[in-house]
């Protein structure tokens, strides 16, 4: 059974940072791309970054310039680093996997809260 185990969440000051963590126990073969979601209370799930295996990137607007996304395909494993926290990034991050195929794998997501 594969789990995506996250970590590095927490309560941060604006302005401060974290790094988020989010690793493949378990063998995934034939990961295409990694990415994060956020989603906040009352709100829809948002895809935040993503990065294919090749290493291309994509960020949503509202966190361009701040956030961070890398993988190790080695590892199975995806990293997110965000700087610059704003109370309206507070949410539950989600990491996702996706094999070649289409096939998704999610993690248990992973809370920050930042405060003003």
């Known amino acids: 059974q594969v789990q995506l185990v996250e970590s590095g969440g927490g309560l941060v000051q604006a302005g401060g940072s974290l790094r988020l963590s989010c690793a493949a126990s378990?063998?995934?073969?034939?990961?295409?791309?990694m990415a994060w979601y956020r989603q906040a209370p009352g709100k829809q799930r948002e895809l935040v970054a993503s990065?294919?295996?090749?290493?291309?990137?994509m960020y949503t607007d509202s966190v361009k310039g701040r956030f961070t996304i890398s993988g190790d395909n080695a590892k199975n494993t995806v990293y997110l680093q965000v700087n610059g926290l704003k109370p309206e990034d507070t949410a539950v991050y989600y990491c996702?996997?996706?094999?070649?195929?289409?096939?998704?794998?999610w993690g248990q997501g992973t809370q920050v809260t930042v405060s003003s």
């Open positions: 378990g063998s995934i073969r034939n990961i295409n791309s």
């Open positions: 990065i294919t295996r090749g290493g291309s990137t």
């Open positions: 996702r996997f996706r094999t070649y195929w289409g096939g998704d794998y």
